[in-house]
């Protein structure tokens, strides 16, 4: 199931799962209830609802205008070693070695064909050691194959990551941090750094397409402690009006700020250039699984935003163009700022003659009803992504800064 995608059973008989293989969250019994409503992601559980009567719009404000906790599913894997980076060079379509210490980058892998295998977030953690915050779905396999005659090793460092997202997130960092966080932690810059007392890896991004950090637990030789880390946190974030949510919240979000999931908006049959990815490939650096394909490949985009203003666009939902149908939605959603539907439409096909943005096409409902809406460019609004990328200047008290209101559209 897709991380945005939600389905809920509100009555059912109880089924007991045994957690052979499945995940749960070091920091669980800080906020499970038997109302808690889970997913799975990365053979992990992660709450996608606390109880019937969550508000995820309400949160989704606190979201834009302060700041929230997320207990996230996403899964690094460490790769060691003097040839870690020529192995990452060898599965990753983006340039590696030219990333310095204490950055991070996006990073597509292709099957042979071209394809999009999977995607995520490199870091590079010291000159030989890096990790690869991957998406759903298995990786590590691919990555040990490719290691045959490197030398470089690929293991699971077993991190949970925490997300703090929202305008005031850096706040609470700089406080959890006892002060002094400076002003060039940019965006996309990582670091190790005392984290309420504990040393700990965190990078400035997330899954929301706000000003964010992700902090990422160790399981040894130095072992986090959840329970103090959580409570530090929250310590820290008080001041700041900082409360805990489900993936609910981050959901609305990640669709507005065009956040794409692979294997479910990233479709296993794209190419990076289908799913609108073409830039985060490198055709001319060395060799790359998947680039003789990509050279040749058709570049037409076929993953583009759809913007309805009378319907919700849902996962499976038809769209319609001259009559016939020219593709459907892979996730949708309500945008409380655009007061619209919001959601991700992939096409068929090339449209004949022309190029689909702009173009006003028909969503069909499941009752059948049919509802103009518009292709957009993702993301929806902050088209520069400015949002993520706010600079650190100094604590929100000494800014005199009351609530943020995030700009307009």
């Known amino acids: 199931m897709a991380r945005g995608q939600h389905f809920y059973v509100e009555s059912f008989e109880t ?8 995940e749960q969250s070091p920091f669980a019994d800080r906020y499970v209830t038997d109302q808690t409503v889970f997913c799975l992601y990365c053979d992990r559980l992660y709450p996608v609802k606390m109880s019937p009567g969550e508000d995820p719009v309400a949160n989704y404000w606190k979201l834009r205008r302060g700041v929230l906790l997320y207990d996230v599913p996403e899964k690094p894997l460490e790769i060691v070693g003097p040839d870690a980076a020529a192995l990452l060079e060898r599965v990753l379509a983006c340039r590696v070695e030219t990333l310095s210490v204490g950055r991070a980058r996006y990073g597509i892998a292709c099957n042979f064909d071209g394809t999009v295998l999977m995607d995520g977030v490199i870091m590079r953690l010291a000159e030989d050691r890096f990790w690869y915050v991957k998406a759903n779905g298995e990786f590590e396999s691919w990555l040990k194959a490719n290691a045959l005659g490197l030398d470089a090793e690929v ?45 700990l890896w965190v990078s400035r991004t997330g899954w929301t397409g706000e000003a964010g950090i992700e902090i990422y637990c160790n399981s040894g030789p130095e072992p986090t402690d959840h329970g103090a880390l959580w409570d530090g946190l929250f310590a820290c974030g008080e001041p700041f009006g900082m409360e805990f949510s489900s993936a609910s919240s981050m959901g609305i979000r990640r669709v507005e700020s065009g956040i794409l999931d692979n294997g479910t908006d990233i479709e296993p049959d794209l190419t990076p250039f289908g799913a609108g990815l073409g830039q985060f490939v490198r055709l001319e650096k060395e060799d790359f699984i998947g680039r003789a394909a990509l050279e040749t490949a058709d570049r037409t985009q076929l993953l583009f935003g759809l913007v309805c203003a009378t319907a919700t666009p849902e996962a499976g939902l038809g769209v319609y163009f001259d009559n016939g149908p020219v593709g459907h939605v892979t996730i949708g959603t309500w945008s409380p700022t655009l007061d619209a539907g919001v959601g991700y439409v992939r096409f068929d096909r090339p449209l004949p003659g022309g190029d689909w943005i702009h173009e006003t096409v028909l969503l069909r409902d499941r009752d059948g009803v049919q509802h103009e809406a518009t292709v957009d460019n993702l993301p929806f609004f902050d088209k520069q992504k400015q949002l993520p990328r706010a600079v650190w200047s100094g604590p929100a008290v000494e800014r005199g800064c009351g609530i943020v209101e995030p700009p307009s559209p």
Do not use: E, M, W
């Open 155 to 199: 293991s699971d460092p077993h991190s949970r990551v925490l997300q703090i997202q929202g305008p005031r997130s850096l706040d609470v960092l700089d406080a959890a941090i006892g002060g002094g966080l400076a002003a060039d932690f940019r965006y996309f810059h990582a670091g190790f750094f005392d984290i309420c007392g504990q040393r």
């Open 15 to 22: 089924v007991p799962l045994n957690s052979f293989r499945i």
